[in-house]
């Protein structure tokens, strides 16, 4: 089963790369996401903003955690030391609020083709979260989203379609 069996189209909200932070935020808040692809006036994906990341440019290390810092993610890290910072945290997160997506988006970004196996894009999201792009690979559009409610949608399907047909040993008598 391919990944296009299991993206999101008709629901895609995207952002443009000049489009302010602060603007990318009602936009999750008018849609109820935590995410948008950033594309350009062709369609083509450029990066993902997502709040996780946001929350990561603000709040001081090691606190932002990166990708490569799994490793700390048990700690129980908090914000104990930070009290009476809250002017200085709201300094910050006002300063990005003006700042262009194309100047905090996340250029890297695991991708995947219509066509990629839906195992493969399930691996990817559990290694690097959701949503995953779906990226027209001959052009660089961006042709949908593979969200984790869309993925359990498809699975649930799969099951569902097993359920209804006849184990292989009634089918040959």
Same mark, same amino acid.
């Given at each position: ?6 993206? %999101? ?15 990318? &935020? ?19 994906? &450029? ?28 700690? *129980?890290? *908090? ?23 194309? =100047?905090?988006? $996340?250029?890297?970004?695991?991708? $995947?083709?219509?066509? =990629? ?10 290694? *690097? ?5 779906? $990226?027209?690979?001959? =052009?660089?559009?961006? $042709? ?9 949608? =498809?699975?649930?399907? %799969? ?11 009634? %089918?040959?008598?």
């Amino acid at each position: 089963m391919p990944c296009s069996d299991a993206m %999101i189209t008709n629901e895609l909200i995207t952002a443009a790369p000049d489009m302010r932070v602060e603007d990318a &935020l009602e936009l999750f808040q008018k849609h109820r996401i935590r995410s948008v692809p950033i594309v350009d006036a062709n369609g083509k994906f &450029l990066g993902i903003f997502n709040f996780h990341h946001l929350l990561n440019s603000i709040l001081p290390a090691p606190l932002g955690l990166q990708k490569e810092d799994r490793r700390m993610r048990g700690l *129980n890290l *908090n914000l104990d030391h930070l009290t009476g910072q809250t002017e200085w945290l709201a300094s910050r997160l006002q300063s990005l609020m003006e700042r262009k997506l194309e =100047t905090v988006m $996340v250029r890297d970004v695991e991708t $995947v083709d219509p066509d =990629t196996p839906l195992r493969e894009g399930v691996r990817l999201m559990a290694n *690097n979260g959701s949503p995953l792009p779906v $990226v027209d690979e001959k =052009t660089g559009n961006l $042709v949908g989203l593979i969200s984790s409610q869309s993925a359990i949608r =498809t699975i649930l399907q %799969i099951k569902a379609d097993i359920k209804r047909r006849k184990p292989v040993d009634e %089918i040959s008598r």
